[in-house]
């Protein structure tokens, strides 16, 4: 038996998922100013197979310069950023890793 014919099995026995697997992806996006940054990060988010993309705060949005990519990954909006997150959490079982850009 090769060690890529056991691969899966050991997965199986360690209670994963498996080769190939891949855990829905989900991106934050907090109270965008710039009319242009929800298309844009739709775009990339379409590309690496986001799941869904959550706004959280102002609801003055649009995924204007999406270029068809918002048909692909889906919008949800948030009134605040900690419901976005405890939803994450409590209902999409995710970890949350925050960055921000200050320039």
Do not use: W, Y
């Not at 690496?48 to 889906?74: P, T, Y």
């Amino acid at each position: 038996e090769t060690p890529e014919a056991a691969l899966p099995v050991a997965a199986e026995e360690a209670g994963q998922q498996g080769p190939g697997h891949v855990h829905p992806c989900f991106v934050i996006m907090h109270s965008v100013a710039k009319k242009h940054n929800v298309g844009t990060i739709s775009r990339c988010c379409t590309a690496f197979g986001v799941k869904e993309i959550c706004l959280a705060g102002s609801r003055h949005f649009n995924s204007f310069g999406s270029m068809g990519s918002d048909a692909h990954c889906q919008l949800r909006h948030f009134p605040r950023l900690e419901a976005c997150v405890a939803h994450l959490k409590e209902q999409e079982g995710c970890e949350v890793v925050g960055i921000e850009i200050t320039d």
